[in-house]
Nanobody, 123 residues
Framework: QVQLVESGGGLVQAGGSLRLSCAAS????????MGWFRQTQGKEREFVAA????????YYADSVKGRFTLSKDSAKNTMYLQMNSLKAEDTAVYYCAAATKILPINQREYTYWGQGTQVTVSS
């Protein structure tokens, strides 16, 4: 079975920080990218950041570059998204996903998806 479970969402004031987690149950991780997307009601889902599991290489959307940081804990099969200097525009449901290509930004490249976790930033 394949399962991705997000956690760590919540309510935070603008300028604050939040750390999201994505626990994965993929059979192998070396050939996967793990990505984060976010979606606001009525809008298209947008790319946030991605991590190539094997090397730890990362790629960030311009909107979050310098504020968000990806990391991983291989022993726990978990990816983390540290979000600093949060803005009201960051409010969305954040989804974890897995792809078999290196650092794709197109959601169509991702095969597996979690259920999402709500992040709300108050202004």
């Amino acid at each position: 079975q394949v399962q991705l479970v997000e956690s760590g969402g919540g309510l935070v004031q603008a300028g604050g920080s939040l750390r999201l987690s994505c626990a994965a149950s993929l059979r192998t991780f070396s050939g996967y990218s793990m990505g984060w997307f976010r979606q606001t009601q009525g809008k298209e889902r947008e790319f946030v950041a991605a991590l190539w599991w094997s090397s730890g290489s990362t790629y960030y959307a311009d909107s979050v570059k310098g504020r968000f940081t990806l990391s991983k804990d291989s022993a726990k099969n978990t990816m983390y998204l540290q979000m600093n200097s949060l803005k009201a525009e960051d409010t969305a449901v954040y989804y974890c996903a897995a792809a078999t290509k290196i650092l794709p930004i197109n959601q169509r490249e991702y095969t597996y998806w979690g259920q999402g976790t709500q992040v709300t930033v108050s202004s």
